[in-house]
């Protein structure tokens, strides 16, 4: 079993930046592919970004691309989510996963554990 604890989020302005953090605990964290979702109230959780096991694979959601970098330090048992240039749309609980599949993994059904989740508020 895996359990992750998100951190970081916060309130900034449009324009701005914040990182997420999230921490798992146990030695298996190199073995699973990890996700970043979102979600607002009365929507679905939305794909943010993936990054394989390694670190040499990432995907991006549209909407983030070329604003937000997913990156890993295994060492560390951690996944960062660095968000840059933050628009209001971008505001939601930030939640990581783990995930045993490979490849692009954007559904949420396909995660397997998630933390609780981390609130990011962007004004404008």
């Known amino acids: 079993q895996v359990q992750l604890v998100e951190s970081g989020g916060g309130l900034v302005q449009a324009g701005g930046s914040l990182r997420l953090s999230c921490a798992a605990s146990?030695?298996?964290?190199?073995?699973?592919?990890m996700g970043w979702f979102r979600q607002v109230p009365g929507k679905e959780r939305e794909f943010v970004a993936s990054i394989s096991r390694t670190g040499g694979w990432t995907w991006y959601a549209d909407s983030v691309e070329g604003r937000f970098t997913i990156a890993r330090d295994n060492a560390k048992n951690t996944v960062y989510l660095q968000m840059n240039s933050l628009k209001p749309e971008d505001t939601a609980v930030y939640y990581c996963?783990?995930?045993?599949?490979?490849?692009?993994?954007?559904?949420?059904?396909?995660?397997?554990?998630w933390g609780q989740g981390t609130q990011v508020t962007v004004s404008s």
């Open positions: 996963a783990t995930s045993s599949l490979y490849g692009s993994i954007q559904r949420a059904n396909d995660y397997d554990y």
């Open positions: 146990g030695r298996t964290f190199s073995s699973y592919a």
